[in-house]
């Protein structure tokens, strides 16, 4: 898991900006599409399981950068909280605030029209900790899927669902109770909104 | 270095890498060798120097595993405002760097927000491995907006005649605790500290505005916080005040040009009326 984490990593890292670039079809104001942008989005995330019965809501903002109209990575900081029943998760359970930060890659799979499905994967980081100080931390794995609406070359908003599957394999203060992993499979619906300056040096 | 202190690296080179731009134009031509190289020894110099003081004002604790930790309750979020305030200053420190150097506009603020962003995240991933913090993604969040404010003012102009402002007057208790012998940073002194969102009414009264309004003339809004260390009192002042927008006098002299542009980051005091709970109290000076 952690080796797939490091390649995905380096591998986003090692992309190469197109040479050219691409031009939106609207883009004749002198507006590119490529370069930075700053997306905000809100998930509510819900996961009903045998073993693990946990809710969630979290905010995620972060910069992103459009290689083409095709194609944008973003670096996604999340905060907010999440419930886990009790005796989920040992030693500690119960509600945690959650923090973390994911790189993501979306494809969309159209390049024309203000409505443009989209696919995206992506990998993080994240910890949950409770008012105690005491919490977990772990990584984890994101794939998701929706449409986005783009009304202006400056502004697109996107509605998806996801799916995020995290594994806690350490604690971040010892508790005295035996930790024992776990892993959280939480589905969610996504929406974003997404600033694009449309500055590029 | 453990593989989750390595990831955490490698995002963060990876999103720098991915921001270089494809430099699709040529905007080198009329860049200056010598003050590139000038800039560049400053900021170096200056990164180490706040990189030391910050060291030892912060992280002489234990260092301890890379993790997330919410803070939105600290300081009433007067915290979050410094950190949109720095992502902000440190981008037009940057752009205004660049520019002097002879790059284009865009470049320079294109670039001067990914290099602030940039700095405030590393300060962000430092506390992420110090017993006492760890990675606020709330202080990231106010970072990401304080760095976008640039970029938005470019595109959209309109939002120049809004600016962030920070006043600084050193609290009672901070300076009981360098009585006392407490090497507290004044930046965390969150007490004396005052944020504001100035603006300039000129642009809502047309292209011809009365005369007796003059053009440097600003209006702001802040937002403080008192007795943050008593739980039961901890509250926060809404201040109403007048305001300067230097830059918008005339001169033909660089270094006063040069001045007002540094002078139009604070909030210098000027009469203002501050809402202290239920309490409204007039100032003459704030």
């Known amino acids: ?201 | 270095m453990t593989i989750r202190n390595t990831i955490v690296r490698i995002m963060l080179i990876a999103f720098f890498f991915v921001s270089r731009g494809d430099g699709g134009e040529d905007d080198t031509s009329g860049v200056l060798p010598g003050r590139i190289a000038l800039v560049g020894a400053i900021t170096a110099g200056t990164v180490a120097a706040v990189h030391i003081y910050q060291a030892r004002a912060w992280w002489q604790g234990p260092r301890a595993p890379f993790r997330f930790e919410n803070d939105w309750t600290y300081a009433l979020n007067i915290d979050k405002l410094g950190h949109a305030y720095g992502a902000y200053v440190l981008s037009h420190l940057f752009s205004y760097s660049m520019d002097w150097s002879g790059f284009t506009h865009s470049t320079s603020i294109y670039y001067g927000s990914v290099m602030g962003l940039a700095y405030q995240l590393y300060v962000e991933v430092e506390d992420g491995f110090h017993q006492d913090y760890g990675f606020s993604p709330g202080d990231a969040f106010s970072d990401v907006i304080g760095a976008a404010i640039p970029l938005a003012q470019e595109r959209f102009p309109v939002l120049k005649n809004f600016s962030l402002k920070w006043s600084y007057y050193p609290s009672t208790e901070y300076i009981d605790a360098l009585r006392g012998g407490s090497g507290r940073a004044f930046i965390d002194d969150y007490q004396g500290q005052t944020y504001f969102i100035t603006m300039n009414p000129h642009f809502l009264m047309g292209d011809h505005p009365p005369s007796w309004i003059p053009s440097w003339l600003g209006v702001g809004f802040g937002l403080a916080a008192r007795d943050l260390e008593n739980t039961q009192a901890r509250r926060r002042l809404y201040i109403f005040a007048l305001d300067y927008n230097f830059s918008r006098i005339e001169t033909d002299s660089g270094f006063l040009r040069s001045l007002f542009t540094v002078l139009d980051h604070f909030h210098l005091p000027a009469p203002g009326v501050v809402l202290d709970g239920s309490i409204v109290k007039l100032r003459l000076v704030y």
């Open chain 1, 1 to 201: 898991m952690r080796q797939a984490l490091l390649l995905i990593f380096l591998f986003i890292s090692a992309l190469p900006a197109p040479a050219g670039g691409t031009r939106a079809p609207s883009d004749s104001a002198g507006h590119r599409y490529e370069g930075l942008f700053f997306e905000f989005s809100v998930v509510p995330q819900y996961e009903a399981a045998p073993s693990v019965v946990e809710r969630g809501e979290i905010a995620l903002l972060g910069p992103g950068y459009a290689f083409s109209r095709m194609c944008v990575v973003s670096l996604l900081f999340a905060t907010g909280s999440r419930v886990i029943e009790p005796s989920a998760t040992r030693p500690v359970n119960g509600r945690f605030g959650f923090g973390g930060a994911r790189l993501e890659i979306t494809y969309f799979l159209v390049g024309k029209g203000p409505f443009r499905p989209f696919c995206s994967a992506g990998a993080g980081l994240y910890s949950i900790i409770n008012v105690g100080g005491f919490g977990y931390n772990g990584n984890g794995v994101h794939v998701g899927a929706g449409v986005g609406w783009e009304p202006t070359d400056f502004f697109r908003s996107k509605l998806g669902l996801e799916f995020d599957r995290m594994r806690f394999y350490n604690q971040i203060r010892a508790s005295g109770g035996v930790f024992e992993p776990f892993t959280l499979n939480s589905l969610g619906v996504s929406l974003s909104f997404v600033f694009v300056p449309g500055i590029l040096p």
